[in-house]
């Protein structure tokens, strides 16, 4: 009797201990996404030199899930180093992972694009299938691929011409998942003192000012946004803004974008937070919730190295349908686990 008595205390114990959890979800980890697919949690983050993908039910657990390398870059081609915010998408039966890479050279960063014909990520080979650019073909990286109203789009970080000093965030229709349909359309800038925290000129870090990345679409109720990740990111100052659409169906009008004035997310001295940024989203498994997949550092000046850690927490919505997001919760904050 005992021994059963034993099992069940140790049995509940444990279930009460899932319920909840504290970030980060991972020791390191930049620019995590996730895809949630047929009950599982697709989950990737920045490696550098490879694209891994985690497969888990419950993404506050990613520490334990399985993981696989889906590819690594074969050796001197224009796509080697640099592998940066690779995410995984499922369209029309068929996965992608679209990512930034380049020769070792910061200036060539381009998007590039992976095909796998199974359904199951963890199955088939994940071919790759070339660069996938707008016809300028200017320095892109942080792609991100959604559809609105069964039309695909990409949506990026770049440069206006062929020298660093200023990223933006471009959009372009595709034709399909391999392909962008013509040029890019500006829809963002940095503008605001807060998104230009961080001017470097040294040996070591290209001369960089005014950052706009990591930008990610977000869809509610009708409502269509892009959150994206401003200033540097190896400043305290990484923060995330919001682009709100006002437009009719051309998202390819920049005058139909609004920025907010002010950060909807940023540095938190008080939970010791700090350079929280480039972003994802997802739902809980229930579809009732909506939650935030970000990276941040745990002390001051740990700026964009390996002590970047993927967090999540849940999110909520104003009166007038507009994310918010709230306050990056401290690493001793219990927070319930996404329902089920």
Not at 85 to 114: Q, T
Not at 235 to 257: C, E, K, M
């Amino acid at each position: 009797m005992k021994k059963y008595l034993f099992l069940f205390l140790f049995t509940t114990i444990s279930f009460a201990q899932q319920k909840t959890f504290t970030n980060p979800i991972l020791p390191a980890g930049a620019d995590p996404y996730s895809t949630y697919y047929k009950g599982y949690y697709y989950y990737t983050n920045t490696l550098g030199n490879k694209l891994v993908l985690w497969k888990a039910k419950d993404l506050s657990d990613i520490k334990n899930a399985e993981s696989k390398v889906i590819w690594a870059p074969p050796k001197n081609t224009n796509y080697s180093a640099e592998i940066w915010a690779p995410e995984f998408h499922i369209i029309n039966g068929k996965w992608y992972c679209y990512f930034a890479a380049d020769n070792g050279d910061n200036n060539n960063h381009r998007m590039y694009v992976l095909e796998n014909k199974s359904s199951d990520p963890f199955k088939g080979n994940f071919k790759f299938k070339g660069k996938i650019a707008a016809k300028t073909d200017k320095w892109a990286i942080d792609g991100n691929v959604f559809e609105h109203k069964k039309q695909l789009y990409m949506i990026w970080a770049g440069w206006e011409g062929d020298t660093n000093g200023q990223q933006n965030i471009y959009i372009a229709k595709m034709k399909n998942p391999l392909e962008i349909d013509g040029d890019r359309v500006m829809i963002a800038a940095p503008t605001y003192d807060w998104e230009t925290h961080g001017a470097l000129h040294d040996d070591v870090n290209p001369p960089q000012v005014n950052v706009n990345e990591g930008p990610q679409f977000l869809e509610r109720n009708g409502k269509i946004f892009i959150v994206f990740s401003a200033s540097g990111c190896w400043t305290d100052f990484y923060a995330l803004g919001l682009l709100a659409f006002n437009g009719g169906d051309n998202l390819l009008d920049p005058y139909a974008w609004k920025k907010s004035p002010e950060p909807i997310f940023k540095q938190s001295e008080k939970n010791k937070v700090y350079a929280p940024g480039h972003n994802s989203f997802f739902k809980s498994p229930d579809g009732k919730e909506d939650w935030i997949l970000y990276h941040a550092n745990s002390n001051p000046g740990e700026g964009c190295g390996n002590k970047r850690s993927p967090r999540m927490q849940r999110i909520d919505w104003d009166i007038n349908g507009y994310p918010v997001l709230g306050e990056p919760v401290s690493e001793e904050t219990k927070l319930a686990i996404p329902s089920k």
